[in-house]
């Protein structure tokens, strides 16, 4: 549904793909509260405080391997589209001519 009145319309993610360093719990209340599914691997020393609590340290959040390996796809694009000087320096004025590099740099990085 558009939104009414000026500006750009307000957009939400269906779901979030993040790594450990976004593991914090007012992150991921942050997400709950907005209904935005999350997969975000919890960090090794939140798991041991969270055994070390025993029945108080709570269940585990809910992780699933097989999107998370999808998260790997977006970082080498990212990565390889960083091989391109002008794209990683972001030298470009407007946010048109850079999304034109963007654009031109993807055909070619595939081809």
Not at 13 to 22: E, R
Not at 86 to 101: F, L, N, P, V, W
């Amino acid at each position: 549904m558009p939104r009414p009145g000026p500006g750009r319309p307000r957009v939400r993610p269906g779901h979030v793909i993040g790594d450990k360093g976004y593991s914090s719990k007012a992150i991921r209340t942050w997400l709950r509260r907005r209904n935005i599914r999350h997969t975000i691997p919890e960090r090794s020393d939140q798991v041991r405080n969270r055994l070390r609590r025993g029945s108080r340290g709570g269940r585990p959040p809910d992780f699933d391997k097989q999107v998370y390996k999808r998260r790997n796809v977006v970082e080498r694009c990212f990565n390889r589209l960083k091989q391109w000087r002008g794209i990683a320096t972001r030298h470009d004025k407007t946010a048109e001519s850079y999304q034109a590099a963007v654009t031109l740099a993807s055909p070619l990085m595939w081809a």
